[in-house]
């Protein structure tokens, strides 16, 4: 399923996977993205770094269309989805997506949310989605017992690793993690650190990854991007952002309270 | 803040016609997914298992008490002018007509709109419908389509339900207590009942089975805001349901009565 798409994008030779092209979104009054440029190559895995309110989830949203941006435009392997329902829905069936509290549907088992994306969009037999469910479930280290369970008896910590299966089960080209280590303590937010950067290399997916955990980012990331008051304020490889020589950076990552960003409450609301 | 008079008045206009527009455009999107493909039988069937089956012993209770205290309270006035005789009729006639749809209406809005509301709005707060969207499904057909359909299909079988166990509960009453003669109360029930009676009580049932649904799916899909936000959506929910069951079946009654 994967292959046809990945073949096509050879064609291109230096033709981004992703590419948001000055990305503008308001909400009422409150500006939250303002001409945001990013570009993702195929294969590569960026993480995405800001304040709480800054915009990344917007940004997040208005790649994966559930919000429309007033400006600008998102393309995948070239072909513009913010505007078209039909690209857009093409597009969805290519991207696995991990969300911030996992996002399981409460109602259904285990297995059955791991296989969501087989039997619902790609009409697969529930007895053969079973079995790549409980595969898939073993790649992020949950074993079968557990395939019956309800996701309201899980750990956050399993919970998570059940999202993770969900996003990687039907072998997208892209995937998209929304801070995928808030909420869990620091062992296992390694852990699941781990088993991102495994599972995107396994798929060889292009990985966008949103968090404001700089370990987080520095264990994910070939490159780094910040972002700040809607547009991205720096980006580079990982290895480089100790030696940024840029402000927001700087006083990002060593988590200081004095700097060039300055956290307006109000402003924070918005985001 | 204080507003001007007029203007408030104004605010408020504008409010409820966008209020109103949004719910049409919610409605039409809605319904225009359940007759596009795909379909998901296996979530019908829940939906009207949950809807139908469990909504039986709260609409079965509601007909009975209605039908039993219609026999006693319509004695109460009959019998001061000798008319006990059409005591049958009267009862048959409000339960079928009028009682049976509007009481299981509103049971099941704040039984089912309730419920929906609170499970819709729940998803959406935890972004479990952003998360169908990527995986490529719609949460309009996935979501709200079995809803509405188990709602339009399921309650004109509670009516028929209520209708029957609420004349039975008259039966009970007038037999038992006031002393008729069985055979005589059951030819009287049937003597002057006609389809046109129960079938108008079944197309309200259908309009309120639909009604209520869609309210429950409305408040639940545009909820936010967290556990308060999930709360206010379920209030809304039955509040608006039972509303629009009592207005639309004067807006039937009165289209059925004209002719």
Known sequence: MSAPANARTGLGGNQPKIALRGLCKAFGGAVVLDGLDLEIGTGESVVVIGCSGVGKSVMLKCLLGLLRPDAGSVTIDGQEISRSRTAREGAMRRIGMLFQNAALFDSLPVWENVAFGLIQAQGMPRGEAREIAIETMAQVGLDADSADLYPAALSGGMRKRVGLARAIATKPEIILFDEPTTGLDPIMADVINDLIVTCTHELGATALTITHDMRSARKIADRIAMIHDGTIVWQGPAAEIDSSRNAHVEQFVNGRAEGPIQLAVAHAAAG | ?259
Do not use: W
């Open chain 2, 1 to 259: 803040m204080k507003r001007p008079p007029l203007q408030a008045i104004g605010h408020g206009v504008l409010a409820l016609f966008e209020a109103v527009g949004r719910l049409s455009l919610f409605a039409l999107e809605a319904t225009s997914h359940c007759a596009r493909p795909p379909f998901y039988p296996r979530l019908l069937l829940r939906q009207m298992v949950e809807i139908g089956f469990y909504s039986l012993p709260v609409v079965g209770l509601t007909g009975l008490f209605a039908g039993m205290v219609l026999a006693l309270q319509s004695y109460t006035g009959f019998s001061r002018f000798s008319a006990e005789s059409t005591i049958p009729t009267v009862v048959v006639l409000s339960i079928t007509r009028e009682l049976g749809p509007v009481l299981a209406g509103l049971m099941v809005a704040g039984r089912v709109g309730a419920a929906m509301a609170a499970e819709i709005g729940t998803m959406r707060v935890t972004e479990q419908i952003d998360a169908l969207t990527t995986l490529s499904t719609n949460p309009h057909k996935y979501l709200i389509v079995p809803r509405l359909l188990a709602g339009l299909l399921m309650l004109p079988f509670l009516v028929l339900v209520t209708d029957i166990i609420g004349v039975g509960g008259g039966y009970l009453v007038s037999v038992y207590k006031l002393g008729f003669n069985p055979d005589a109360y059951i030819n009287n029930t049937l003597e002057y009942l006609e389809v046109m009676d129960v079938a108008s009580g079944l197309v309200k049932a259908a309009v309120f089975g639909y009604l209520i649904a869609l309210m429950g799916c409305y408040q639940g899909f545009h909820s936010k805001g967290g556990a308060q936000g999930v709360g206010k959506a379920t209030t809304n929910a039955v509040v608006t349901g039972a509303i629009l069951v009592l207005i639309f079946n004067y807006i039937i009654t009165e289209a059925f009565f004209a002719q």
